[in-house]
């Protein structure tokens, strides 16, 4: 079974652009997590979507957005883009079927540096 | 609040020997999934081991084992017999059952695998 896949793997704006990344899931997974990796804030939850549907957020600003398509791929858009939002980011899918037990599994990542 | 604490930034271990990464955490929910997952340098988040609040035996996958102490709050990852590949940043991270798809990650132990 294909794995979770990230596009495009690199990318670099500059400030007050807006970009935008896609995540495909491991087929039949219809939870997709978007997580924001620095090497000041670590590892931290931007949001999850469920069958289309946005469920949990996580504490970042506006101009963080996502969507989900009806076939479970996500995409998550940055508009305005500052310095601090250099990052790795990460995308990860799982069945969302059993709780707290579930297993999350994630993509390699779209590294996105802004000058 | 859930919170996850690794307080290894750095482990140096010589080839073949077995090695233990610590992991505390903190949560008020009674029910809660604890993992750990592997990043290389690559960027990839990779899943290792999981182990459940209620679960009585400690989780274990070939060479990856987890001390789980309930009562301590501790969830140390315990990898045996290391090997050169092993070397990269492992991450602890916790999901509460009403916390959705998030996961909560320490900081990180990144570990060095010694030839």
């Known amino acids: 079974k294909a794995g979770v896949t990230q596009t495009p793997r690199y990318l670099i704006k500059t400030r007050g652009q807006q970009v935008t990344l896609s995540c495909s899931p491991i087929?039949?997974?219809?939870?997709v997590s978007w997580y924001q990796q620095t090497p000041g804030q670590g590892l931290q939850f931007l949001f999850e979507?469920?069958?289309?549907?946005?469920?949990n957020k996580g504490n970042f600003p506006g101009r963080f957005s996502g969507r989900q398509f009806s076939n479970s791929r996500s995409e998550m858009n940055v508009s305005t883009l500052e310095l601090g939002d250099s990052a790795l980011y990460l995308c990860?899918?799982?069945?969302?079927?059993?709780?707290?037990?579930?297993?999350?599994?994630f993509g390699p990542g779209t590294r996105l540096l802004v000058l | 609040a859930q919170k996850i604490t690794q307080t290894q930034p750095g482990m140096f271990v010589q080839e073949k020997e077995a090695v233990t990464l610590d992991c505390t955490y903190d949560?008020?929910?009674?029910?809660?999934?604890l993992f750990w997952y592997k990043q290389p340098s690559s960027g990839e988040m990779i899943f290792l081991i999981y182990?459940?609040?209620?679960?009585?035996q400690n989780a274990t996958e070939g060479r990856y084992s987890l001390n789980f102490q309930k009562a301590r709050k501790s969830a140390n990852l315990v990898i045996s017999a290391s090997q050169l590949g092993d070397s990269a940043m492992y991450f602890c991270?916790?999901?509460?059952?009403?916390?959705?798809?998030?996961?909560?990650f320490g900081q990180g132990t990144r570990l060095t695998i010694n030839p």
């Open positions: 991270a916790m999901r509460e059952i009403q916390g959705a798809q998030k996961l909560v």
């Open positions: 990860a899918s799982s069945s969302r079927t059993s709780g707290a037990q579930e297993t999350q599994y």
């Open positions: 979507y469920f069958s289309e549907t946005q469920r």
């Open positions: 949560t008020s929910d009674p029910s809660y999934g």
């Open positions: 182990q459940g609040s209620y679960d009585q």
């Open positions: 087929s039949g997974h219809r939870s």
